[in-house]
C-alpha cells in the first residue's frame, strides 16, 4: 500500500496481537517524514497497537519494523529513544514531581547511566519547557496542573529527548475541547517549526481533517486506507470504518472535510 523505502518508520508484512490473537495482519505502512499522521479507528480496531508497535513497546507476532531501514528489533534500545520518543494514554508520574523534574527525564537517552544533567541539557529542557509554553510553571507539580498543562508538559518532556519522531496515543483523551485544541495547535506547531514527524492516534475524525497531512484508517483487521484526509474522508470510508453514516462537506472556514455522523433513517 505504502513506499516503505522512502520512511523513516515504517513496517512489511506486520501481524500483531497479544499472544496468538491477532489484532491487525498484513500491515506495511510508511510514515510520511515530517508530517503529522493521524491513525483513526473504531475502538478496539488496533491503532493503539500498531502505535506501540512503531514504538517497540510491542512485538510483533510477524513482520518487521524498520527505523531508519533497519529491522527496529535489531536497534540498541538507547539509539531508538534517540530516534523516537512515545507518549502513552494518560501518563503516570511519581507524586510531587515537578514540570521541570519531568523534563529532566528526557535528557536520560543521551546520558550515560550515572552521569549527571549538565548546563547543556538544562538549555535543551529550558527550550522544551518555552516551547510549550510552560515557563512560567517551571517549578509547578503536575499534579497541580490543569489536564491541558499536564499534557503539555509530557510532551515538553518528549521534546528534551530531541527526537525526530513523536509518536502520541491519543494525546486529547479526557481533555475538554478547549484543552483538545490546546494540544493540537502546539502540536502543528512543533511539525511545523520544527520539522517533527508527529504520529498520533486520533479519535475525533475532524481533529484528524483538520491537524493531519496524512490518515491511516483501521478497520477489519488491517489498513483499510491511507492517504491525504480530503481524500480519505468519505462516507463511504466512514461508513466501512466506523458503521456509521456520515455527511462530508467543506469545513467553512478552512476547506478540510467535515464529518457530520447521524443515524440511520434520519
Known sequence: MNDTSQSRLSSKDLTLGYATSKILEHVDIAIPDGKITALIGANGSGKSTLLKTLGRILQPIEGTVFLDGKAIASIPSRDIARALALLPQSPISPDGLTVRQLCRFGR????????????????????AIAATGLTDLTERPLDRLSGGQRQRAWIAMALAQQTPILLLDEPTTYLDIAHQLEVLELLRELNR??????????????????????????????????????????PALIKIVFGVDAMVIPHPIDGTPLCLPFASGQ
Open 108 to 127: 536520560h537517552p543521551h546520558k550515560g547511566m550515572l552521569a549527571r544533567i549538565t548546563r547543556h541539557d538544562e538549555e535543551i529542557v529550558e527550550h
Open 193 to 234: 517549526k520544527q520539522g517533527r514527524t508527529i504520529v498520533m492516534v486520533v479519535h475525533d475524525l475532524n481533529h484528524a481533517a483538520q491537524y493531519a497531512d496524512h490518515i491511516v484508517a483501521v478497520a477489519n483487521g488491517g489498513i483499510h486506507a491511507a492517504g491525504r484526509p480530503t481524500d480519505l474522508l468519505r
